[in-house]
């Protein structure tokens, strides 16, 4: 289980109903997350960044975009010479507040001045209100710090991506971590499927408890077949009665969509993942799965749904297979720490050091900033992951040079931010 019964909404009571009163927790969590007119981002209300609900590397300042940019240069500047005359795109899947998409911006206007031209960013986003905060931000971005347009933005969805897939970037920055999860409890040896259930009081109102029900028989033959090929044991041999955990089975279908949004290019995936002996260790007898709300985290999931966020971290092994058996080349996957080092971050450290000093307040922010971008009991212990794409039609595709966030840093500063 993960926290208390919680009273439930009104409008969420009615989807109760309408759905005979118990639905699975991956339910819930979309209804809670996506409701166009209740969800936390489907209405657009949940904040994100320091004065929000919750930061993400992005919020906490410019230089993490930067970083990332960076391997973003790489790539675009490979498949241009590859397609010396297409259109090449930057795709950001659920883009928050766009805080990433207007510094990657700046940047690429920066250090790839001669592709602008050829250059589009593509934002897709399922959520109303997000898109209308997304749009309000992009257009308050260009107006104060650009007399002219970059290059062109749209917002699609993945459909339509996959009617007319692009050349390009797909970015997955903090996103696959906030799908609908499934949530197992083992009960009398068995894993079962948790459900929330509506209960109503005899004194007016309704209460949201957890239950359970078997695994339906697709859901089980799709996780069979993913454990049998990574070779994980769910649940573990030790795990008691109670033990609890979360399969992340949309990312399978969400694979697959994105394949076909891209005819060549990478994927970028950047999210809180953890080894499978990690992930479903008997003494995580609980999962991952948490709540966030102004800056705090619990484990009550089921209370204000609506009003906070609710997450769960990745798998490595099973996301991996995910991907690899829906189109994608795994090319290599990294800690956060170790990626930004290789992007440059002691540099980053470096110069800030030459700020005058009238800049101290800036240079003490982006100072912390690094530091908590890096630190394994904050963002330090993302997981970047490369994935590759190739033409389809073009079977004589190989591998170009190795993605920069994955080579070992160079030059002497490289070993310098543990000492700032």
């Avoid at 102004?294 to 209370?303: C, E, P």
């Avoid at 330090?380 to 994935?387: M, Y």
Wanted: glycine share 8%; charged share 20%.
């Amino acid at each position: 289980m993960t926290g208390p019964a919680a009273p439930c909404p009104l409008w969420l009571q009615q989807r109760f109903v309408q759905s005979g009163g118990s639905v699975p927790f991956s339910q819930f969590m979309a209804w809670a997350l996506h409701d166009p007119e209740h969800g936390s981002y489907g209405s657009g209300q949940l904040k994100i960044g320091k004065g929000g609900d919750f930061v993400t590397s992005a919020t906490l300042g410019p230089d993490f975009s930067a970083l990332m940019g960076c391997q973003l240069v790489q790539w675009l500047r490979a498949l241009a010479q590859k397609h010396p005359s297409e259109t090449l795109s930057i795709v950001e899947v659920g883009p928050g507040e766009a805080e990433l998409s207007c510094d990657l911006i700046d940047h690429l206007a920066e250090h790839l001045p001669d592709l602008m031209h050829r250059l589009e960013l593509v934002l897709v986003e399922i959520n109303p209100g997000m898109e209308q905060r997304q749009r309000n931000r992009l257009e308050q971005h260009q107006d104060s710090q650009h007399t002219q347009p970059l290059f062109p933005k749209r917002w699609t969805s993945m459909s339509d991506l996959k009617t007319r897939p692009v050349i390009g970037v797909l970015i997955a920055h903090e996103l696959l971590d906030a799908f609908p999860v499934e949530r197992l409890e083992l009960i009398d040896g068995q894993l079962r499927r948790q459900t929330v259930q509506l209960h109503q009081k005899q004194t007016g109102g309704a209460d949201l408890h957890w239950g359970t029900e078997p695994i339906p028989h697709a859901l089980q033959e799709r996780m069979n077949s993913t454990l049998s090929a990574t070779q994980i044991s769910l649940p573990p041999p030790d795990a008691k009665d109670g033990w609890t955990t979360e399969w992340h089975d949309e990312c399978t279908s969400w694979f697959a969509e994105a394949s076909e949004a891209l005819i060549e290019g990478h994927l970028l995936v950047v999210d809180y993942a953890l080894e499978a002996n990690r992930y479903y260790s008997a003494r995580r007898s609980d999962g991952t799965l948490i709540a966030y709300r102004n800056q705090r985290a619990s484990n009550s999931v089921l209370m204000d749904a609506g009003e906070q966020d609710l997450t769960a971290h990745l798998c490595l092994e099973t996301m991996v297979h995910q991907a690899t058996t829906n189109g994608w080349c795994l090319e290599g996957q990294r800690r956060q720490g170790e990626a930004l080092l290789a992007l440059g971050l002691a540099e980053r450290f470096s110069s800030l050091q030459q700020l005058p000093g009238n800049q101290l307040s800036e240079v003490l922010q982006r100072r912390e900033a690094l530091l908590r971008l890096v630190d394994p009991s904050c963002l330090g212990e993302f997981r970047w992951l490369s994935f590759l794409r190739f033409n389809p039609l073009v079977p004589s595709n190989t591998p170009g040079e190795r993605s920069q966030f994955l080579q070992e840093p160079s030059g002497l500063n490289a070993t310098q931010p543990s000492r700032l």
